[in-house]
């Protein structure tokens, strides 16, 4: 265990970032790195208590009190083994991950008052902290290297997409021997890591390093390749002993007012990946580039994409203001984001429409403040009568969440069984299509416990078959899927399962 009285003896520090004024300059990441004692120190509070409960708060089960120990211990190839048996990307969820781990540490249950902050603090382990520098320790001393599996078993698996739920069950299943391809429709393998979180929070050169280490295991990327477009179902279903779909939720929740549709007005997934894009280096065809660059700009919604599209509009110089407006009676979570520029943030507001002006951009926006109640064990949206408001705004961001995988394409002609949440019976994506037409629902690609659809074969993990969540959640489906999929070929398996997985195969 860490120092017996390392709890006591030492307080929780939080990471440092980058000043304000600096980082705004550019899209690197805002976290400094502890120096090798402080993070051994921090690690050192871990109490290693009788019964610890962290692991239990981590979908992937990491084993944080072993980890902890052996920081403090300096023993970091030890701690970066362990890390890696449950976790096969720990750079990531190091970065982005919001640490469900640090609610359920016994530590977090030990407040102070902050006399800076003037709040209370909780005094949770920096788990996240030390696993991050545990995963970048591994890859400066050239520890992370690419493992190949010893011997094949001529089985091959087509995984539909690239993000952490299709790059995990990629590693574990080629470590096991089978031909792995995985297909990606956009340019680069990676998914959300990608073309959704920003540089400033996850440095895509990390990205990369894992993709090549996973290329150089032996699996076969094949970007731009959009599976049920470019190639067929049915000629996967055709070359392959197994199907992995992959592909995420990104089908967007709709604003659907009037206005909607004005010149500024723009889902997150079409601003964000365009700057992660320029950031790379890429160029961006003017006539479709969007920037809020001088504009007052609107986010709708209060989430990680939320804080992402402001982050990336504080970045994208010259703002004149930026309001951010949540449906529901929160308002939106402080984030660094929040620390980098003054944001109107309002909670409980609907947005009733959007008004241009005579070339058709958007001018105004007209919302009103709303009152969640509980009746019958839902919760009612009434409007506050009187509470009718005008913003002037040049761009309006939409990040409302997402409802749920793309139907066209693969879903549909698979004729894949999907789930609602909150309700028992299955639909058609027919069904689904129908239901969208009149309200918002929210839906996922129904798999067994043993990850497969209800077709032969075909199986579902990360945000597709869960709905928008986690990376840390994306991870444990891809290494559950590949467990299930490895099982089906082979008749057994010896790739691990997670705490998690007590009820699956
Ligand atoms: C803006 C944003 C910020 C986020 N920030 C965080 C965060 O900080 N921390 C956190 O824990 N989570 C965060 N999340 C959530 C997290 O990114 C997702 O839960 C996770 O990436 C889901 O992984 P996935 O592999 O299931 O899908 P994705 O990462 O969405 O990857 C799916 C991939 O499939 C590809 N694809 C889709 N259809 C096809 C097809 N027909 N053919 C070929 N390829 C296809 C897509 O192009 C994509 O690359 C964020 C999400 C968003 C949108």
Redesign the pocket.
Known sequence: MGKETGFLEFEKVNPSRRPVAERILDYKEYEINYAEFDIRQQASRCMNCGIPFCHTGCPLGNMIPDWNDLVYRGKWKEALDILHSTNNFPEF?GR???APCENTCVLNDYYTLDPQEKSIKKNAITIEQVEKHIADRGWQEGWIKPVPPKMLTGKKVAI????????AAAQQLRRVGHDITV????DR?????????PDF?LDKSLVRRRVEQITAEGVVFKTN?????DITIDELLKEYDAILI?????HARKLKVEGNNLKGVHY??DY?PQQNKIVAGDTIDPSVQISAANKTATILGGG??GA?CLGTITRQKGKKKVYQLELVDMVPRPTPAHEETETDCRAGILTEKLIGDTEGNVKELHGVRVNWKQNNGNLVMEKIPGSEFTIKTDAVFLAMG?LGP?LE??VQELNLNLSIRGQEQLVTPQDILKMLEEKDTMFSIHTGKNFMTNRDGVFA????RRG???????IW??REAARCIDKYLMGSTELPSSPQAHDII
Do not use: H, R
């Open positions: 969820t982005a991950c919001p539909i997409g690239s993000g952490p739920a299709g790059l297909f990606e429709k956009d393998a990676g998914g959300l890591l990608n073309y959704g979180i929070k390749v959009d599976v049920g477009k992959a592909t995420g939720a990104q997150a997934m964000l990680f994409t992402d997402f793309q394409g693969l993990a990360g945000d597709s928008a969540s986690l990376l840390v959640w994306a489906e891809g």
